[in-house]
C-alpha cells in the first residue's frame, strides 16, 4: 500500500520559516515527479511547487523565491522549505506523487496533509 505522509506544518509568524518532509512508502518513487499542493479555506486546492526525479523544479509564482523543494530519492524523501512565511501562505499542505515525469499533472497519490498557519 502506497503512503505519503507528511510532517513538519505547525504555526509560525508572518516573515519565519517551516520545513515540511513527506516520506513515502508503499513503492519507490525515483523516476517520479514530487510535488506539494496546498488548500486553504474556502478555496480549490492549488499547485505549489514540484520536482523531477533529475531535479527540475517549477513553481507557482506565489512562492518563487520564498519556498525551495529537494529530495531525497534514497530515501523516498521530499523536503518543501518555506521561508519568508506570509499570512497568506495559510493552508494545509499536500504532498503528492505523479504517476511519471510530468511535472504539474498526473497526480495519483496523496498525502494526509499538514497545516501550516502564519499568523501576521
Known amino acids: 500500500q502506497v503512503q505519503l505522509v507528511e510532517s513538519g506544518g505547525g504555526l509560525v509568524q508572518a516573515g519565519g520559516s517551516l520545513r515540511l518532509s513527506c516520506v513515502a512508502s508503499?513503492?519507490?518513487?525515483?523516476?517520479?515527479?514530487m510535488g506539494w499542493f496546498r488548500q486553504a479555506p474556502g478555496k480549490e486546492r492549488e499547485f505549489v511547487v514540484a520536482?523531477?526525479?533529475?531535479?527540475?523544479?517549477v513553481y507557482a509564482d506565489s512562492v518563487k523565491g520564498r519556498f525551495t523543494i529537494s529530495r531525497d530519492n534514497a530515501n523516498n524523501t521530499v523536503y518543501l522549505q518555506m521561508n519568508s512565511l506570509k499570512p497568506e501562505d495559510t493552508a494545509v499542505y499536500y504532498c503528492?506523487?505523479?504517476?511519471?515525469?510530468?511535472?504539474?499533472?498526473?497526480?495519483?497519490?496523496w498525502g494526509q496533509g499538514t497545516q501550516v498557519t502564519v499568523s501576521s
Open positions: 520536482i523531477s526525479w533529475s531535479g527540475t523544479t
Open positions: 508503499g513503492r519507490t518513487f525515483t523516476r517520479n515527479a
Open positions: 503528492a506523487a505523479s504517476l511519471d515525469s510530468r511535472l504539474t499533472s498526473n497526480y495519483a497519490y
